[in-house]
């Protein structure tokens, strides 16, 4: 019987169960699907990236900017930047156990462009798009591949030499490469998955090398800025065997969802948590026993119940099913109570969960659930619901992944603190 039972999959779950196997303990991990954390960027920003390059200020002035964040849950301290870094140390050291690197640099963040011809800063990031920092370029290459729509090589380019200050001079170039497994019918209208398959293939990564020299013809460049293509499994190897032929670092552009280094942190955090000998069971969950104010059981949707003594949700927002879009956020599982903006969302009406701005915060986009300093979700008095339940990731209050306040690296975060806090409720000490 596992002592532990967290649902969710993503990066949050993973690095939960993780830290609390990594304690001694029995974990089984619950997750129906790939999570979230499939259709992210390879970016694990613990802090804002508008905020990257002063983590300490932002980090002291966010108890009084947003209370709620994890970070300052239950009136604590926040952590400080080092504390930060140490952890995602850690999660580095673990992925880099199933072969994913990720270049860890909070005091030293990388500069790296996205393939919507922005530029922004990246504390921690997969070592794939990391390679291609442009702090200190003084030549860059901007590759497109016809076909890849989404990826405008000139504008990109352009963008990147407009950079105001002491920015690289940036040119486009278009590959055109006979990669293994594309079929002519679909040439037209590509996406990263097809290429990264096709590239990582026997040969694919040679044909893209001999592409990248053929299309500089003997320019010399610091980096060739390419599409998230560099495979799906294995991006390091997949990057060696390119660089070897074209005889030029090369380094993939940041890319929205869905994106190939979203698929390869999926896959490798749940990778590290079967290392880390964490059970996994595929399925819904279809609900939970309580007993009193502990929680007693998991039932999966097939039929089997896992009994527990811990259980972390880590069930994500909306596209987690963490929580429901009805006229009002709802929490499913267990009907916990819902905050934003320092307001409950019970109490607050349809209209006032949408910001009429574009751009701006939406309050229905940070909503969540609300936790003390150790991870219990709290009731509107502060007092925790249940005894045994702790809660991390993206299901948090004030976590609002597509502008502020931080993303999967706030999910790592809140999974190590949810893992440690189910070790000592265990009475065991955690890393």
């Not at 590509?190 to 013809?217: F, K, P």
């Given at each position: 019987m596992p002592e532990v039972v967290v649902v969710g999959g993503g990066l949050a779950g993973c690095w939960a169960a993780v830290t609390a196997a990594r304690a001694g303990l029995q974990v089984a991990l619950v997750r129906r699907g790939p999570a979230a954390t499939a259709v992210s960027s390879g970016a694990l920003d613990l802090v804002p990236p508008g905020e990257a390059t002063d983590p300490g200020g932002w980090l002291g002035r966010l108890a009084r900017e947003v209370p709620d964040h994890p970070y300052v849950a239950g009136g604590v301290e926040p952590p400080a930047p080092g504390e930060l870094e140490a952890e995602a140390r850690r999660l580095a050291a673990e992925l880099a156990g199933v072969g994913l690197r990720l270049r860890v640099a909070l005091q030293r963040p990388a500069l790296v462009a996205a393939v919507t011809g922005q530029m922004r800063h990246a504390g921690v990031v997969l070592e794939s798009i990391a390679a291609g920092d442009l702090h200190g370029a003084g030549r860059v290459a901007v590759a497109g591949i016809p076909g890849l729509l989404r990826v405008d090589s000139a504008a990109i380019a352009a963008a990147i030499a407009e950079r105001p200050g002491d920015g690289p001079a940036a040119r486009a170039v278009v590959l055109d490469p006979a990669l293994p497994g594309v079929d002519e019918s679909?040439?037209?209208?590509?996406?990263?998955?097809?290429?990264?398959?096709?590239?990582?293939?026997?040969?694919?990564?040679?044909?893209?090398?001999?592409?990248?020299?053929?299309?500089?013809?003997?320019?010399a460049v610091d980096v060739v800025l390419l599409p998230a293509v560099l495979g799906l499994e294995d991006p390091d190897g997949v990057r060696a065997r390119v660089e070897s032929v074209a005889g030029v670092r090369v380094a993939e552009l940041l890319s929205p969802p869905p994106s190939a280094p979203g698929w390869r942190l999926a896959r490798a955090a749940e990778a590290m948590a079967r290392r880390a000998g964490v059970e996994i069971v595929t399925g819904s969950v279809a609900g939970i026993r309580r007993a009193e104010r502990r929680v007693v059981a998991v039932e999966a949707a097939g039929g089997d119940t896992l009994s527990c003594e811990v259980l972390v949700l880590a069930t994500g927002k909306y596209l987690g099913g963490g929580l429901t879009g009805d006229r009002r956020p709802r929490e499913p599982l267990l009907g916990l109570p819902l905050f934003t903006g320092g307001a409950a969302v019970d109490t607050l009406s349809p209209r006032d969960l949408v910001e009429r701005t574009r751009f701006g915060p939406q309050p229905f986009l940070a909503a969540g659930v609300r936790t003390d300093a150790e991870g219990r979700p709290v009731d509107g008095f502060g007092a925790p619901v249940l005894d045994n339940l702790l809660a991390c990731g993206a299901l948090l209050a004030a976590v609002d992944t597509t502008l502020r306040g931080g993303g999967l690296g706030v999910a790592t975060w809140t999974g190590a603190r949810a893992g440690r806090a189910a070790a000592r409720l265990r009475g065991v000490a955690a890393a």
């Open positions: 679909v040439a037209g209208d590509l996406d990263d998955a097809t290429l990264a398959r096709a590239v990582e293939a026997s040969g694919g990564a040679e044909m893209l090398g001999e592409a990248i020299a053929s299309a500089l013809g003997g320019e």
